[in-house]
């Protein structure tokens, strides 16, 4: 058998006494009508700048999921790494957050790639015609133990699976590079 790369999910790590971030508001203060649009694996070509509210009060993360959307948000830090590391998969766009002295921006995954391995994931779930949803129809309502194919990724290091695009997908270089920096708030699984 070949020896693929790995590739993790970053998620963001859940303590008590960090702060959490809420859902993006534009430059009048309201919510983002699309609260898809900084994760659906693809550019964001109209944008202006947004402000991110403190949901909860506590320790400042470099790397953050903000609001229902699961915005991906992190300090000018790790946003530089991700700029050097993967250049080609990640969108970088300057957001301000409410009482915070520190420069941000939304990380949005530029890359959607076909890649869940049905068969080896613990569970996946598809909508169904009783479930009444025909816009939905066929998808993943689902996806528990996820499990990729890495023989479909190609030379990506940062992307969002096709079909379940709440997931935000690493190559190991990028987890290492992200851990030996020490960057708080984040959490790995393998995919």
Known sequence: MPNHPRYFRLDEEVLAENWYLGTPVDHRGRELENMKEFTSGQRVEAYRRMTIPVDEPGHRREF??????????????????????????????????????????????TKLIRCIDDEATEEVLYWKPEDERPDRLGQYRSVYGMRIDPTK?????????????????????????LEDANVTGTRFEEV
Do not use: C
């Open 153 to 177: 990724v190609g030379d990506a290091k940062v992307f969002r699976p096709w079909g379940w695009d709440l997931a935000l997908i690493v190559a190991e270089s990028i987890k290492h590079a």
């Open 64 to 109: 953050n999921m903000a609001g229902a959307g699961r915005t991906v948000v992190v300090n000018l830090r790790v946003a530089t790494l991700f700029a050097e590391l993967a250049p080609d998969d990640v969108q970088l766009l300057p957001v301000d957050v409410t009482g915070s002295p520190d420069e941000y921006q939304i990380l949005v995954a």
